[in-house]
């Protein structure tokens, strides 16, 4: 498959070019984490849902890889959504309260492509237009956190794991589900000034991942940071302007590995706004964010678009007035 797949580009001369990480997407989604991303609720049991929307294209004849498919000219178009419950425990290491998370994504990615160079089945093998579109369960992310609180000051730090949902399917382009194990460290800061309504976080992190059992493809090790300046208009809105960095350290590699040891690289800004009211007794919180995507290297070029609704279950209640701190936070 390798030799047909490399002939054909060396008789064209057609195709050029690649995309970063197998299936130029992370399993950390670029630009989940934002306003109040260093804020640890109280004690408590919270629910996050956050609704994402990506378009983008890879265009100048660059060729990609994904489910062990080669091809090239394509766009990408998906949505998702992730569902997250949230632990907040009362217990405390080193004066910062303990959490866990469970996050399970479920949604369809629309890929076409213009032209499919090789691909595991044997019907596609340098096809014309091909394009798939797929609803699936991503694969688990499970997270367990640490957060601290000094004045205006807010910080954490996460350890993220991701475990493959089982519905990666080898040889079809739409696959929400990567099929890689993966480590992700982040921290993140938070300076929230309640009097003059000022809002200002920074998350950085890196991903270390394992090689693909089904593809034999292994994705180098990611940087990623996300920031954002909000301004709170009253208690309950703020806008604000909000980005994210994405650098690949290390190359791709692995047996499986059709297109090189390719690194990706993107920028982006937007804006968001954010909006708390009750139901019934419930305090819950509403955000909109929209990224625009610059700077790209080898990977899509778009826009990103997040919904994110969150409010707590249970609270614990608070056994100080130091306690007191925001209801819900990033994750």
Partial sequence: MASCTAGL?????????????????GVYVLGNRGPLAGVTPPPGFYFESETYYYSGNLGGNRAFQSGGV????VKLDTSANFVTPIWVTPVEILGGNLGFSVTIPFGTPNVSAGAVLSSPRIDRIVAGRERDAIVNVGDIYLASFVGWHSGNFHWTGTLLGVVPSGSYESGQLSNIALNRPALDLSGALTYLDPVLGYELSVVPGVTFNWINPATQYLTGTEFHLEWSASKYLSKDLSIGLVGYYYNQLTGDSGSGNRIGPFKGRVTSLGGQIGYTFKLGEIPVSTNVRFFREMDVKNRFAGTAAYLTISAPLWVAPPKQVADARPLVSKF
Avoid at 9 to 25: F, P, R, V
């Fill in 70 to 73: 080669v091809a090239a000219n």
């Fill in 9 to 25: 580009l060396a008789t064209t001369g057609a195709w050029t070019g690649a995309w970063a990480a197998e299936s130029a997407q």
